[in-house]
């Protein structure tokens, strides 16, 4: 009861301090319109991000600083994306070493360094820095070969194309900052 009486003798105090405190906004404070940034084109970060066959390699890839160019309209890249399926398939993971080898032992500081730079070359292996089909990836020493297998000119340029001689584009999509291809293998490091 006497808690009650309290804090309605107190409440008035309390709410008026608040007030004093308060700094109205007056109208030249306020901006005159709100301009919402919008693009034409969703970027590459965004077509990732709803391509549920590409969830694998995305998650790869946003563990790494260069996954800032994805949603940078100023930064264009060409990316081939292997599809889950493609990624579930390969003997090693992106992130595993090329070759175990159980007699080193390595701290979880080491293993971290480790898988790091494995996914860092396994994600550059599959990006050509622009949208204008060059050839090299952003991993030194490793380009992509791009070959014409078939003439039919009912079909799009991308799929009458195959990568370094066996892999195919199953699909491409445009982006404000580049082209997504989703393949159907993985760009091998070896």
Not at 136 to 149: M, N, R
Not at 161 to 174: F, M, P, T, W
Request: without cysteine; hydrophobic residues 45%; aromatic residues 6%.
């Amino acid at each position: 009861m006497q808690l009650q009486l309290l804090s309605v003798l107190i409440l008035p105090f309390v709410v008026s301090a608040s007030l004093v405190d308060q700094i109205p906004l007056g109208a030249s404070q306020m901006p005159e319109t709100y301009v919402p940034l919008a693009q034409s084109q969703p970027t590459i970060a965004d077509l990732l991000t709803i391509e549920p066959s590409a969830s694998i390699f995305y998650t790869y890839a946003r563990e790494l600083e260069l996954s800032a160019q994805f949603g940078d309209v100023h930064r264009p890249n060409t990316l081939f994306v292997p599809t889950n399926k493609a990624v579930m398939a390969l003997a090693r993971k992106p992130h595993q070493d090329p070759v175990a080898d159980t007699d080193i032992v390595l701290t979880e500081a080491e293993q971290d360094a480790s898988s790091k730079q494995n996914v860092e070359r396994w994600i550059s292996a599959h990006i050509i820095p622009a949208s204008n089909r060059e050839y090299p990836t952003l991993l030194d020493g490793k380009p992509i070969s791009i070959k014409e297998v078939s003439a039919n000119s009912d079909s799009p340029a991308w799929a009458r194309v195959v990568l370094n001689d066996d892999i195919h584009i199953i699909s491409a999509k445009e982006a404000s900052n580049g082209i997504v291809y989703m393949i159907d293998e993985t760009v091998k490091l070896d």
